[in-house]
């Protein structure tokens, strides 16, 4: 799921209570672990953040992207997305933000941003013609804020290539046209900004010095969008941060931060809690920054060793503390095949389920083609980038070759031309 954040404002008994905003991303709507549906967990976890509004007094709910996990969301993800939304008009939330991720598509979210916008509900799916259109002001009872909804910003929305560029040149380009996509937003919250209230970024990205999980689509990251903390625009009060799923501060900056996908979307997840941040804003400055730990309706176990001491470890994994059906994941310290029925025999025994039997010696570094199947939109990535990516794969010494990376650059800029050319 996608990034979630959290305002709250604090009603003074002689003026106004101060804002609190909450803030989320990464809530990947309809995945699936191990081909397994996830829907319950979305269900009560949705559930519970409607729970929370309503009890803590929230007034705006920031989501910095993917909010679905694929591009297609099933008619069950859509039905549950539209849900929350309108059951939270009858909460204290007043405002709500949206920004795509690298996950959606802008199409699925933009198209019902009219209705939605008439529910005080912006959607902001894709990066706009004109930067105005990603940048809102919120006043809830006099108190402000004001929210630069930056989605996630695709290579082809914010770069042009120029015949001749070489990769490193594309790489750069990127980068700036990144950095200067949020500093217009700032210049843009400058002008609406009449009161000097506080700025709060959205982002979905990869940050440099972020920790990534597996269930992170490791290709996106790459090299595309390595900005630091120090990269952006200092105008900002804070930066709610959505693409890695473990809660983190980046750079050391304390407003500079991920919320992190709101329930374990892979096994590597198991051992950190899931968070929401939850911003107060009083007097024209954010007066708090708190971390809310999310319950987890699922518990999750893995289990490293031979057949026997992972059959011996079942009895340790009975729990009742947990609304859902616990789910297992074994990793066999075995160096060839082995037969499995011992394991599932003795699991038949136990109130859990196991959802993957892997190898511990079994090839950990996926391909280029196991990556690019797994990947949701291939058109995200640069052809460079893929190529570079299968040359680290085969083994072959890219850096040590200019002369191949010249030939691939002088390729592509080829195609490019043709396809302007209507070729």
């Not at 799921?1 to 009603?11: E, W």
């Not at 729970?51 to 993800?77: A, C, R």
């Not at 689509?217 to 693409?243: K, R, S, W």
């Not at 650059?409 to 050319?421: E, V």
Request: hydrophobic share 40%; with cysteine; net charge negative.
């Amino acid at each position: 799921m996608s990034a979630l954040f959290f305002f709250r404002v604090f009603r003074n008994s002689t003026k106004h209570k101060s804002l609190e905003n909450t803030s989320y991303t990464d809530w990947h709507l309809g995945h699936r672990l191990h081909e397994q549906s996830q829907v319950a967990e979305q269900t009560l976890f949705l559930s519970w953040i409607e729970t929370y509004i309503s009890t803590e007094k929230i007034d705006v709910l920031l989501i910095s992207g993917d909010v679905f996990d694929t591009g297609s969301p099933s008619n069950q993800s859509l039905e549950m997305y539209y849900s929350f939304l309108v059951k939270l008009k009858g909460t204290s939330c007043k405002s709500i933000i949206i920004t795509g991720g690298n996950h959606d598509s802008a199409g699925t979210l933009n198209a019902p941003k009219h209705i939605l916008d008439a529910l005080s509900i912006k959607v902001v799916g894709k990066a706009t013609e004109e930067i105005e259109d990603e940048v809102f002001e919120i006043d809830i009872e006099g108190e402000k804020v004001v929210v630069a909804a930056v989605p996630y910003l695709r290579d082809g929305d914010i770069r042009r290539a120029v015949a001749g560029e070489s990769f490193d040149e594309l790489i750069d380009k990127y980068k700036t046209a990144l950095i200067n996509h949020y500093q217009a937003a700032a210049e843009q919250c400058k002008l609406v900004n009449t009161t000097d209230a506080p700025v709060i970024a959205m982002g979905h990205l990869f940050a440099t010095g972020g920790s990534v999980s597996d269930s992170e689509q490791n290709i996106y990251v790459g090299t595309l969008g390595h900005i630091g903390a120090e990269d952006f625009p200092e105008y900002f009060d804070y930066i709610a941060l959505g693409h890695l799923h473990r809660p983190q501060i980046i750079g050391e900056n304390d407003k500079v931060r991920y919320s992190g996908s709101p329930h374990i979307l892979s096994f590597s997840e198991i051992t950190y809690n899931k968070n929401i941040i939850v911003l107060t804003v009083e007097d024209n400055k954010i007066s708090a920054i708190d971390d809310v730990v999310i319950p987890r309706f699922r518990e999750f176990y893995k289990l490293v060793g031979t057949v026997t001491e992972c059959i011996d470890a079942f009895s340790n994994l009975v729990s009742n503390e947990f609304q859902l059906t616990p789910w297992v994941e074994i990793v066999l310290n075995e160096t060839h095949t082995i037969n499995t029925d011992d394991l599932k025999k003795a699991a038949e025994n136990y109130p859990f389920e196991i959802l993957k039997t892997a190898l511990k010696t079994q090839r950990r570094q996926k391909g280029i083609e196991e990556l690019l199947e797994e990947t949701k939109s291939i058109k995200e990535l640069l052809p460079a980038e893929v190529f570079k990516l299968k040359c680290k794969e085969i083994g072959f010494d890219l850096e040590n070759r200019p002369e191949v990376k010249m030939l691939l650059m002088k390729f592509y800029n080829l195609l490019r031309i043709s396809k302007g050319k209507g070729l």
